[in-house]
C-alpha cells in the first residue's frame, strides 16, 4: 500500500513564502515524475508544476518565475517552493506521484491535500 503525506499548507500574506512537501511511503521500485496540482475555490484541479525522475521541470504559465519544484530521490518526497504568493494562488494542493510498483508497472497516486491560502 503506498501512502503519500503532504505537509507545509497554511495562512500566509500576499507577497510570502510557503514550502510545501510530499512524501511517498509503502513498497515500490521507484518514482517516476512528481507532480503539484490545485484546485482553487469553486474551480476545476490544474496543473502547477512537475519534475522527472531526472529533474526536468515543467511550470505552468501562472507560477513560473515564483514557484519552484525540487525532489529528493533518496527521501521520496518532493517540494514545491512558493515565493511571491499572491492571493489567486489560494487552493488545496495536491501532490501526484508516478509509482513503479512492480517491474515496468505503474500507478498515479494523490496526496490527501493541504489548505493553501493567501490573504491579508
Known amino acids: 500500500q503506498v501512502q503519500l503525506v503532504e505537509s507545509g499548507g497554511g495562512l500566509v500574506q500576499p507577497g510570502g513564502s510557503l514550502n510545501l512537501s510530499c512524501t511517498a511511503s509503502?513498497?515500490?521500485?521507484?518514482?517516476?515524475?512528481m507532480g503539484w496540482y490545485r484546485q482553487p475555490p469553486g474551480a476545476q484541479r490544474e496543473l502547477v508544476a512537475t519534475?522527472?525522475?531526472?529533474?526536468?521541470?515543467n511550470y505552468a504559465d501562472a507560477v513560473k518565475g515564483r514557484f519552484t519544484i525540487s525532489r529528493d530521490n533518496a527521501k521520496n518526497t518532493a517540494y514545491l517552493q512558493m515565493d511571491s504568493l499572491k492571493p489567486e494562488d489560494t487552493a488545496v494542493y495536491y501532490c501526484?506521484?508516478?509509482?513503479?510498483?512492480?517491474?515496468?508497472?505503474?500507478?498515479?497516486?494523490w496526496g490527501q491535500g493541504t489548505q493553501v491560502t493567501v490573504s491579508s
Open positions: 519534475i522527472s525522475r531526472s529533474g526536468r521541470t
Open positions: 509503502g513498497s515500490f521500485l521507484s518514482i517516476q515524475t
Open positions: 501526484n506521484f508516478d509509482i513503479e510498483y512492480n517491474v515496468r508497472t505503474y500507478k498515479t497516486y
